[in-house]
């Protein structure tokens, strides 16, 4: 079975820019959770979306948002970029969101704000 | 006081020890609770999950849960060089009618060959 996928890997952007990561989870998998990862925060929840629902919400500025489509894959787009949200954007997937249910990341995609 | 925390580190342990990381968390709703290793410049990987309170052994790797203490620690037997990696622990939170992953900041690990 393959995995979390995300596209792209690796990003370069200047401030003011906006960008779209992208997160095909793996198959059957309904739930995508997205999180920032930065050396000095660790891993940091964004959202995380269920049947093309936002379920779950963390302490992220509005410029953070984030969609899901029917076949279950996720975007999340930050507009209006700073220097501060250069980190590695982390996605990953589970069947749902019960208690026991496991999440399995993708590669992620690294993101380098200029 | 952090939902999840872990010892930054780094903890340096020599090959063929046994290395202990632990973890504490604050909700006592906390009901499952997982362990993840990432290497530097790579993506978190499972390692090994505990629902239950006591000890679950998968290889050379022992997860131990108290949930009175609200405590969860990763035993790794025989440890190897290719074990040097941050180890994050992770606990799954009831919020809002569904559940919500919370990871420790992560706990270096050093195995000196």
């Known amino acids: 079975k393959a995995g979390v996928t995300q596209t792209p890997r690796y990003l370069i952007k200047t401030r003011g820019q906006q960008v779209t990561l992208s997160c095909s989870p793996i198959s059957g998998h309904r739930s995508v959770s997205w999180y920032q990862q930065t050396p000095g925060q660790g891993l940091q929840f964004l959202f995380e979306?269920?049947?093309?629902?936002?379920?779950n919400k963390g302490n992220f500025p509005g410029r953070f948002s984030g969609r899901q489509f029917s076949n279950s894959r996720s975007e999340m787009n930050v507009s209006t970029l700073e220097l501060g949200d250069s980190a590695l954007y982390l996605c990953a997937s589970s069947l749902d969101s019960h208690d026991t249910d496991t999440q399995y990341f993708g590669p992620g995609t690294r993101l380098t704000v200029l | 006081q952090k939902e999840v925390e872990q010892n930054s580190g780094p903890l340096s342990v020599p090959e063929g020890a046994i290395a202990s990381l632990n973890c504490t968390y604050s909700?006592?709703?906390?009901?499952?609770f997982f362990w993840y290793r990432q290497y530097s410049g790579k993506s978190p990987e499972l390692i090994m999950f505990i629902y239950s309170n006591g000890d679950k052994e998968d290889g050379r790797f022992t997860a131990q849960l108290n949930k009175a203490s609200q405590y969860v620690s990763l035993l790794i037997r025989d440890s190897q060089p290719s074990d040097s990696a941050t180890y994050l622990c992770?606990?799954?939170?009831?919020?809002?009618?569904?559940?919500?992953?919370?990871f420790g900041t992560g706990t270096r690990l050093k195995v000196l060959a």
């Open positions: 992770a606990v799954n939170l009831p919020t809002s009618g569904t559940y919500k992953y919370i």
């Open positions: 979306y269920f049947s093309e629902t936002q379920r």
């Open positions: 909700d006592r709703g906390s009901q499952s």
